[in-house]
């Protein structure tokens, strides 16, 4: 779960449609700071550490993704936020060309409070992610047969991971996992539970979210060394 007093930034978002789920962010006990504009946003986590970012989708003096890529930079104390965009219908797919590439979550300026409040809360507890294709291996046990499923993971925090996959496990189905790092000393191994699924029109991919339960000896620490070396 992601800690109460967790810090969101909302930059550019016109006052109807903050006030819409403003109500939400604050009912789970999220604090709440917002700025006129993306580039005033950009100043903003560039001086102070946020969890989630919600930008609109339309800078008024910069691309969307210079801004991105100012809010990603090394120096910036948020590079490791989540970034969540909300666009207009008529710049979904030009928003969405940045999944993947600095952009977690695109939603439309209209979609429910509640949903926009569900996903803000979903990307705070796997905040911060690495963005990295890992080779991994899941094995689901169904009765008394037992499954391997080979994929990639898309992203991978501390806490979970985001992994490529038409295969739909069952939410709330335990996993045996083993994730190559690419280093000498081999897979680092543990178990998972799956929490949700992917969708492609608003992360950019297909596939399940797994939490990490637990690891075999030594997995946390080299995970946690790889993470760190990553966000550095």
Known sequence: MYAEGSRVLVAGIEREAFEGFAPVLKRREMQVDRVSSPEAGVALAGSAKFDVIILDAEPREQSLAE????????????????????????????????????VNRVMLVGDPPEIIGQQVAVLLEVAPRVETRLSTRLD?????????????????????????????????????????????????AGRGEVRRYARP????????????????????????????????
């Open 67 to 102: 801004v991105v890529r100012a809010m990603r930079s090394p120096q910036s104390p948020s590079r490791g936020a989540a970034i969540l965009v909300l666009t207009e219908p008529n710049s979904v797919e030009e928003t969405q060309a940045l999944l993947g590439h600095g």
């Open 140 to 188: 689901t046990a169904l009765g008394d047969s037992a499954n391997q499923l080979f994929c990639q993971t898309e992203n991978v925090s501390a806490s979970g991971m985001l992994v490529r996959t038409q295969r739909r496990l069952e939410i709330g189905e335990m996993v045996a996992f083993e994730i190559h790092l690419g280093d000498q000393e081999g897979p680092i």
């Open 201 to 232: 029109d608003r992360e950019g991919v297909d596939g399940i979210g797994i939490h990490f339960l637990g690891f075999a000896a030594g997995g946390e620490d080299r995970l946690g060394g790889f993470l760190e070396q990553a966000l550095s």
